[in-house]
């Protein structure tokens, strides 16, 4: 196992988060999961649009596509991060109790012995405040477990 998961939020500031898993995976010949968690709130704001698109042009879209639209995003920013030298899949699930949980089990899952956050913030003095999902799999997770400060 030496595969790694990337959970992505923020197309623009995760970049940096994808450019170091890029790193890690090409030191170590690895794959990786590029994973988006989205709220149901979030999953139903697309739904509703393309709801209202789908009206517009006679047409219906199932729970397949709101998926996939959510993850055109996320596979954009994988594929111009990753390049084509490094593996990865995309995933988007829609997650809105304890996605700590839902995080090591896909890593577990995926054998993935490495997991790629972004991290909260920080405090007015520096220090490096997470937030509790990330404390969370940082305490959880039986691999190595990587915070990206801003």
Do not use: N, W
């Amino acid at each position: 196992m030496s595969d790694a998961l990337v959970v992505v939020e923020d197309i623009d500031r995760d970049r940096q988060l994808l450019d170091r898993a890029r790193s890690f995976a090409a030191g170590s010949d690895s794959d990786l999961v590029v994973l988006s968690l989205v709220t149901t709130d979030e999953y139903e704001e697309v739904a509703e649009t393309l709801d209202a698109i789908g009206k517009v042009e006679h047409t219906t879209y199932d729970e397949g596509a709101i998926l996939d639209g959510l993850a055109s995003d996320v596979s954009d920013l994988a594929k111009e991060v990753l390049g084509e030298d490094i593996a990865y899949d995309v995933r988007v699930e829609v997650a809105d109790e304890d996605q700590a949980d839902r995080i090591i089990t896909l890593a577990d899952e995926t054998d993935c012995d490495h997991i790629f956050l972004p991290g909260q913030r920080r405090s007015p003095t520096g220090k490096a405040v997470f937030g509790d999902r990330t404390q969370r799999v940082i305490l959880d997770f039986g691999g190595y477990v990587t915070v990206a400060m801003d």
